[in-house]
């Protein structure tokens, strides 16, 4: 009976931070996933963007323990990573840049950055950051299980700000998982914009795509097709208001 009544308080637990709709792809993607083997997946992604802080998220004397540095595909430490090693490969042929937190030499996260469009490692599909130089993709924030308490999500972000005000990015694109509801508060708390979403349905070579932003539906049978979401930050305000708002929330 224990065992029922803790799996029934995590059902309203996720039911509280993810509503309904998402707890029931959730749950969905897990039955598809059981009985294919893992032939038929499901994912649901928020698409958001967030402004380039000018104003650093930690104090001067915060975080000063933890060295953030840009690394290149030869250097030793993404033996470390907890990612494939071809998903590895495959972003540093696209050009993404990899920032790598470490305290006293210890590997405690990493957080990736592309000056371009992004092809997905997921599910067959670009996204496009407009307009083209003054908006960025960034993807994958990984902080190690111990750390995530303290100052290394931070220092991550102002190691990012710094890297793309120097090649004069104003936004900065993602998709987040909307079953990852870590993820989605911690880029609220940074001022995020919401774009869009997408739903894709994975199975085998066919893939379907429904989304709420163009090209809205998108039927794949082969990996060299794939939807292409342009995601246009024009418009979205001054960094200068999108800071005012984020302090507000805060």
Aim: glycine letters at 6%.
């Amino acid at each position: 009976m224990a065992s029922i009544t803790q799996r029934k308080n995590e059902l309203y637990e996720m039911l509280r931070q993810w509503g309904w709709f998402n707890v029931s792809l959730f749950i969905l993607n897990k039955f598809f996933v059981t009985v294919s083997n893992g032939g038929l997946r499901l994912y649901r992604y928020h698409l958001i963007a967030q402004p380039i802080s000018r104003t650093p998220l930690l104090p001067p004397r915060r975080g000063r323990n933890i060295d953030v540095r840009l690394i290149h595909e030869k250097d030793e430490i993404v033996r470390q990573f907890p990612r494939p090693a071809a998903a590895i490969q495959a972003r540093f042929a696209q050009g993404a840049k990899c920032l790598v937190a470490f305290k006293e030499e210890q590997f405690v996260g990493f957080l990736w950055l592309l000056l371009g469009s992004y092809q997905e490692d997921e599910v067959r599909a670009r996204y496009i950051p407009l307009p083209e130089k003054r908006a960025a993709w960034d993807f994958d924030v990984y902080v190690e299980p111990n750390f995530r308490l303290g100052f290394t999500f931070p220092r991550l972000w102002d190691a990012a700000n710094g890297f793309l005000m120097e090649h004069d990015v104003l936004w900065t694109c993602s998709r987040i998982s909307a079953f990852n509801v870590g993820s989605l508060g911690a880029h609220a708390r940074l001022g995020t914009t919401a774009l869009g979403s997408a739903i894709f349905f994975c199975a085998g070579p066919w893939q379907i795509t429904l989304a709420s932003v163009a090209p809205y539906f998108h039927l794949s049978t082969h990996s060299g097709s794939f939807p292409e979401f342009r995601l246009n930050t024009q418009g979205l305000g001054d960094i200068s208001r999108a800071e005012k708002d984020k302090t507000t929330m805060e």
